[in-house]
């Protein structure tokens, strides 16, 4: 079982930037596909950005295509949302996901293991 922490959250302005990190551990991290999903206040979790075990094969909403990258790094068990142009909209608790079946993509199901959320606020 893996355990993930978020970190990097913060209040920026608009068109600022921000990265968010997720540490994992207790777990061969390289076998997990990675995603980010998002939380705003009153709407459902949704799908920002997943990538697959290897590193080399990437998924976005098409909401921040462009503006957002996720990378990782297995040597170091970390995975990484690099967040440009960052809009009011964007405000949203983010959250870092798991899939032992190396599924990339945006079905939240699909996800074994969530960590606990890092705020990201936008102001305008």
């Known amino acids: 079982q893996v355990q993930l922490v978020e970190s990097g959250g913060g209040l920026v302005q608009a068109g600022d930037s921000l990265r968010l990190s997720c540490a994992a551990s207790g777990g061969t991290f390289g076998i997990y596909a990675m995603g980010w999903f998002r939380q705003a206040p009153g709407k459902e979790r949704e799908f920002v950005a997943a990538?697959?075990?290897?590193?080399?094969?990437?998924g976005y909403a098409d909401s921040v295509k462009g503006r957002f990258t996720i990378s990782r790094d297995n040597a170091k068990n970390t995975v990484t949302l690099q967040m440009n142009s960052l809009k009011p909209e964007d405000t949203a608790v983010y959250y870092c996901?798991?899939?032992?079946?190396?599924?990339?993509?945006?079905?939240?199901?699909?996800?074994?293991?969530w960590g606990q959320g890092a705020q990201v606020t936008v102001s305008s």
């Open positions: 990538i697959n075990r290897s590193g080399g094969s990437t």
């Open positions: 996901a798991a899939s032992r079946l190396g599924y990339y993509g945006g079905t939240i199901r699909a996800y074994d293991y």
